[in-house]
């Protein structure tokens, strides 16, 4: 198996753990660590905060203290030539224990759902699941439409990058269908929270990388393969 990208030998001989550009938007999705590129974690934050101010869900917006030297989270921006960022995420994982995950504490209100997660979690644990949190895309782009459905097709690279199988978020059940069109399913038996408050209904949301191309849309799966074809970065392993 090809050794993880993070290691410490290899941040020093490139600063890009993987990146492609999407001919969509014409962008370029980048993933990094805090400790490559401080300069672009501070910038996703600050795209993070404000989306969601915007919104007014601050409160659903969990992120992890980084420093300069932190090798964790790994965390995904598009940019534009300029070098301007348009949107963002990161991967919280991959998890070591139910502990590490967020999601059972945002469905503290449906005591059922919050154990279905639980339970996923714990079951996908052994063959390696990352939670997928923060992400958004700036609303003034006339690229929006293709930037929303290149995050969700970069959940499946960041999959294949830290190969794992599993991949999971918290979602508003009226944007789930962006996520299904990257071979999201929705987790069975769950009763969606009104969470971050009452204006929303959030489902969770599952990927299994053995799966997610079946229910994925042509178009996804066609970007997804010329994707990785074109990645750049640090070697990954094969897709699954």
Avoid at 7 to 23: A, C, I, N, V
Avoid at 86 to 92: K, L, M
Avoid at 181 to 189: D, F, H, I, M, V
């Amino acid at each position: 198996m090809t050794t993880s990208p993070l290691k410490s030998s290899e941040r020093t001989t490139t600063r890009e753990l993987y990146g492609f550009r999407d001919e969509v938007s014409g962008m370029t999705l980048r993933f990094y660590t805090p400790s490559r590129r401080f300069d672009h974690w501070t910038t996703y934050m600050n795209g993070a905060q404000a989306s969601y101010q915007r919104y007014r869900v601050e409160q659903a917006l969990t992120l992890p203290a980084a420093t300069q030297a932190s090798t964790t989270p790994v965390f995904a921006i598009t940019s534009d030539d300029s070098g301007r960022v348009w949107a963002g995420w990161y991967a919280n994982g991959p998890l070591r224990s139910m502990r590490d995950a967020y999601a059972p504490r945002e469905f503290v209100s449906e005591p059922v759902s919050a154990s279905l997660v639980s339970d996923w979690i714990e079951a996908a644990l052994p063959e390696g699941v990352i939670e997928l949190k923060g992400a958004w895309v700036d609303p003034t782009s006339e690229h929006k439409s293709a930037l929303a459905d290149l995050t969700s097709r970069a959940f499946l690279h960041a999959m294949r990058m830290l190969d794992v199988r599993y991949a999971y978020c918290s979602a508003a059940e009226h944007a789930a269908s962006r996520w299904f069109n990257s071979g999201a399913e929705e987790l069975p038996g769950i009763i969606p929270a009104r969470y971050p408050d009452d204006r929303y209904r959030t489902t969770v949301l599952t990927w299994d990388a053995e799966t997610a191309m079946e229910r994925a849309t042509q178009e996804q799966r066609r970007l997804y393969d010329a994707e990785c074809r074109t990645a750049t970065g640090t070697e990954v392993p094969g897709a699954r």
